[in-house]
């Protein structure tokens, strides 16, 4: 039986930047950058890290 590659996981556990998309962004960059150097190939983030309200 052929066995599939696994795929080597990673979660976040982390606050987005209050009322800071820009700043986030950086964030969610850095954090990737680190999880990609600890050998993660996908990686998962919480449901609306990335915050896009409010709008003014």
């Known amino acids: 039986m052929d066995e599939y590659p696994k795929p080597r996981l990673a979660t976040v556990q982390a606050s987005s930047v209050f009322l ?4 986030t962004v950086e964030l969610v960059c850095d954090l990737i950058a680190d999880a990609g150097r600890n050998g993660a190939q996908v990686i998962g983030f919480p449901e609306n890290f990335i915050p896009g309200h409010p709008y003014w």
């Open 20 to 23: 800071d998309r820009d700043r």
